[in-house]
């Protein structure tokens, strides 16, 4: 009979053995974060064990703990959805992920992932949160950039220099809105997903860093210690790499990063980060609603509505953001998908609901760093 549980220390070499069957990777260099021999993320997996023992799929969620302009939110990010080929068809994935959507409340907020959109909207997940993609080219640094000096600039592996890990530390936690990460596991996190962590050094000083992806023609993450270095970076990594173009992302909450690259880049485009699972709307409101309004700004007004059973009322005025669990008497009502969809993307405009303009999309933003 086959049994669904949490994996146990002593199943290390399977549930590693079964994600890298499945996927065709080594997950250990992947996600070092959570497979190096160091780290025990044993319960972050439900499986799905047969009767001799083997584990014929399985599906983690791996904890984030975040803070959003000062308002904590504890995230679940779900990855390593596997099925052992022989035990495809049987319907593991589907009870491993409504055990772990069952058990979610009781330790997060929301639940992120990045997977195929129909695929995962069968479990209430909805594609949405705003990415800005960024292209910049030699072009755009022989001319917008021409005065930008990057003599004495260089760009050595980032944890070959002393203290890197403290420094890329305090950069992330400088943020308005940011992933806890363990600087004991630093290394490990930035070069997760097969990325490249990459110094930036003017001289002999640490200025910031920058994190590629494992074909070198994005930047998935830019931190400098002063923002107007940002534009010097650029131009000498290209000259550095020997590229003609490069793609740099962002999240819309950061603005004076959005400021510097859109004052030189060729052009830019909006779209989704991932796809989330929203538990306690009250709290993703207050969270994201405060992020925005201190850094983009909000409208003053007034939002009331029941999402997915969830009464809600948010306000912005002159105190800044209120949420409260309580809705107005005839506030509109939201299913979860109609709601999500109404949070996280454009489309939320067609809805029936009373929203002050500019409210929604919430700029919800995952790093590559923290994906899982």
């Known amino acids: 009979m086959l049994e669904y549980r949490k994996a146990r220390p002593d199943e290390r070499e399977e549930y590693i053995d079964l994600a890298n069957y499945a996927f065709k990777i080594d997950v250990e260099t992947v996600l070092p974060k959570v497979y190096s021999k160091d780290v025990d993320y044993s319960g972050i997996h439900m499986v799905a064990a047969d009767e001799q023992g083997r584990l014929r799929a399985q599906v983690a969620i791996y904890p984030e703990s975040m803070n959003v302009s000062g308002v904590a939110l504890r995230i679940g990010y779900l990855g390593i959805v596997s099925v052992h080929p022989r035990a495809r068809g049987e319907g593991h994935m589907k009870v491993l992920m409504?055990?772990?959507?069952?058990e979610?409340?009781?330790?997060?907020?929301?639940?992120?992932?990045?997977?195929?959109?129909?695929?995962?909207?069968?479990f209430d997940f909805t594609v949405g949160g705003v990415k800005i993609k960024y292209s910049v080219g030699q072009v755009n640094c022989r001319h917008a950039l021409k005065d930008a000096e990057v003599k004495g600039l260089t760009f050595p592996p980032l944890f070959e220099i002393e203290g890197a890990a403290a420094f890329a530390h305090k950069l992330n936690e400088a943020r308005p809105a940011f992933v806890h990460r363990n600087e004991q596991h630093m290394s490990y996190i930035l070069h997760g997903l097969e990325q490249r962590a990459i110094g930036v050094l003017d001289g002999d000083k640490l200025i910031g860093y920058i994190i590629l992806n494992k074909e070198g023609n994005e930047i998935t993450e830019i931190?400098?210690?002063?923002?107007?270095?940002?534009?010097?970076?650029?131009?000498?990594?290209l000259a550095h790499a020997g590229q003609e173009w490069i793609a740099v992302f962002a999240p819309d909450y950061e603005t004076e990063l959005n400021a510097s690259l859109s004052s030189f880049a060729e052009n830019y485009v909006i779209g989704t980060s991932d796809m989330y699972h929203i538990i306690d709307f009250a709290r993703v409101l207050e969270a994201y609603l405060t992020l925005a309004h201190r850094t983009t700004g909000l409208a003053p007004g007034k939002f009331s509505a029941v999402l997915d059973g969830q009464p809600v009322?948010?306000?912005?005025?002159?105190?800044?953001?209120?949420?409260?669990?309580?809705?107005?008497?005839?506030?509109?009502?939201?299913?979860?998908?109609?709601?999500?969809?109404?949070?996280?993307?454009?489309q939320g405009r067609y809805s029936r609901a009373n929203v002050p303009a500019g409210w929604f999309p919430l700029p919800i933003f995952w790093y590559t760093a923290d994906k899982f």
């Open 98 to 102: 409504n055990k772990w959507l069952e």
């Open 104 to 122: 979610a409340p009781e330790s997060y907020d929301m639940v992120v992932l990045w997977g195929q959109r129909q695929r995962y909207e069968y």
């Open 223 to 237: 931190a400098m210690e002063n923002v107007n270095d940002v534009p010097r970076a650029i131009k000498g990594y």
């Open 313 to 346: 009322t948010a306000r912005v005025d002159e105190n800044g953001v209120t949420v409260e669990r309580s809705a107005e008497p005839g506030a509109v009502q939201l299913d979860k998908k109609q709601a999500q969809t109404l949070l996280l993307t454009p």
